[in-house]
């Protein structure tokens, strides 16, 4: 995401505006209730994409700055969203001042950039003393293996290692819907200790069940890790 998905673009805007449709739908909720905080001075979410979590940032009273490196991809959520403000560029480059924002958001965009200890440090950055960074990416459980069948009580197996970084692609086909992903795997021992290098400490952490009932079997393993730091200050 680094370079973007400029490539991929409409690919995504199909595939994310499909109401219902991605696991999205299952888990904003969890994120928006129990991570992010209530409404403040000032948002930024970090590879924003076509725009559907500033869009239901704004929607819940949010005033929200939203960057992405896709050119594409920005036209595209502001012609959804003619009154909000979004930004092309890098997560690892923000072009924003030092504690310009109270909260900062990365919904499903650390593991797309090139460098995500880079982007935790820019978020870090721009964010004021006390403010926060709320973080959604793939469980690094659920990163790491798979169930063998579709079946609710199938096993799932992790057949490498849950541990370190390692790249990640794969080409995810339904309802007539098909999707490039691309991007990195991190265990949490990574995630934590780029927190750690700059200086943010975790204050939230949960792994939310889905709230639809055909996502059942991710009841039993995580499939997203959710997360909220805090810049001491």
């Known amino acids: 995401m680094s370079k973007g998905w400029d490539d991929r673009a409409e ?14 739908w299952a888990y904003r909720d969890a994120f928006l209730d129990r991570v992010a ?23 819940r009273g949010h005033l929200v700055t939203a960057i992405d490196a896709s050119a594409i991809l920005v036209a595209h959520a502001l012609e959804a969203d003619p ?20 909260l900062v958001v990365a919904y499903n965009s650390l593991m797309d950039v090139d460098d995500m200890p880079a982007a935790v440090a820019e978020a870090a950055r721009v964010l004021e003393p006390g403010g926060r960074f709320a973080v959604c990416v793939t469980h690094p459980v659920a990163d790491s293996g798979r169930f063998e069948t579709k079946d609710v009580d199938a096993p799932f197996v992790i057949e490498g290692s849950y541990r370190g970084k390692w790249p990640f692609e794969g080409l995810f086909e339904r309802d007539g819907l098909s999707m490039n992903f691309s991007g990195n795997r991190y265990d949490l021992e990574n995630y934590v200790a780029a927190f ?26 995580p499939n997203f890790l959710m997360l909220r730091c805090l810049k001491p200050g």
């Not at 290098?197 to 639809?212: D, G, Y």
């Open 11 to 24: 690919q995504w805007l199909a595939w994310a505006r499909r109401p219902d449709f991605d696991a999205y």
């Open 37 to 59: 905080p209530a409404p403040g001075r000032a948002r930024l979410e970090v590879g924003c994409g076509e725009g559907r979590v500033a869009r239901d940032l704004a929607a």
């Open 83 to 102: 009154d909000g403000h979004y930004v092309v560029g890098l997560a690892e480059d923000l072009p924003f001042e030092a504690g310009s924002f109270d």
């Open 196 to 221: 750690e290098a700059a200086s943010l400490l975790v204050e939230r952490l949960i792994e939310p069940p889905p709230s639809r009932p055909n996502e059942t079997r991710w009841n039993r393993v």
